[in-house]
C-alpha cells in the first residue's frame, strides 16, 4: 500500500522526522494517520490493499472520506463490501471511498451513490465565483449523507461550491 506517511511509522506509532514535519506543515493530519495505519493492518487480511494508494482521509459529520488513487475504487469495495465495514466500526464513522484526479461528475456519482445525478450545470454568480448546480433524481429520503455533509466535503475536497436540487416529477 502507497501512503503519504513511511510504512515504519504506521507500524509503530513513532512518527520519524520526515513525516513529522508533514503532520507538523499541516500536510498530513491525525485522521490520515489514523486511516493509514487502519488500511496498513487490513493488508494482510485483504491482499487487494497491497495495490491500492491512500493520499487523505476527511471526515465531516461523521463522515469519512477516504481519498485513493484513480482506479483503486474496485480494491476497496471488493470482498462484499468487508472493508468498509470493518472500516466503519474501527473509526465508528460512515465511510466514503473517492478517487484522485477524476472528474466532477464521477466524484460527485461515487459521494452520492446509490443515488444518481439527472444533471450538473455550472452557475456564474454575480461577484465572479462560479457554483456546480447538482440536480439528484429521487427523493432526498434517499440520500445516505446529509445537504450539509455533502457540501463541506465537496468543498474540502475539490474545492468547489455546490448546489442540490431535486429532479420535479412530470405529471
Known amino acids: 500500500m502507497k501512503t503519504p506517511l513511511c510504512d515504519f511509522c504506521l507500524k509503530s506509532g513513532v512518527l520519524c522526522p520526515k513525516c513529522q514535519e508533514k503532520t507538523r506543515s499541516g500536510e498530513i493530519t ?3 494517520i489514523e486511516v493509514a495505519g487502519l488500511l496498513i493492518a487490513l493488508q494482510d ?16 459529520n461523521g463522515v469519512l472520506a477516504i481519498l485513493v488513487g484513480a482506479g ?14 470493518e472500516l466503519g466500526q474501527k473509526t465508528g464513522k460512515t465511510i466514503r471511498i473517492l478517487e484522485k484526479g477524476v472528474g466532477i461528475r464521477k466524484f460527485l456519482e461515487d459521494l452520492l451513490a446509490p443515488v444518481s445525478i439527472t444533471s450538473l450545470n455550472t452557475i456564474w454568480v454575480p461577484d465572479g465565483t462560479t457554483e456546480t448546480r447538482v440536480i439528484i433524481s429521487g427523493r432526498p429520503k434517499r440520500l445516505t449523507v446529509s445537504m ?3 457540501k463541506e466535503l465537496v468543498k474540502k475536497v475539490q474545492g468547489r461550491t455546490i448546489r442540490v436540487e431535486f429532479e420535479k416529477k412530470r405529471r
Open 30 to 32: 491525525d485522521t490520515d
Open 72 to 85: 483503486d475504487l474496485p480494491h476497496l469495495l471488493g470482498y462484499g463490501g468487508k472493508i468498509l465495514r
Open 45 to 60: 487480511k485483504y491482499p487487494s490493499l497491497q495495490t491500492v494508494s491512500f493520499h487523505k482521509a476527511y471526515d465531516a
Open 148 to 150: 450539509n455533509t455533502l
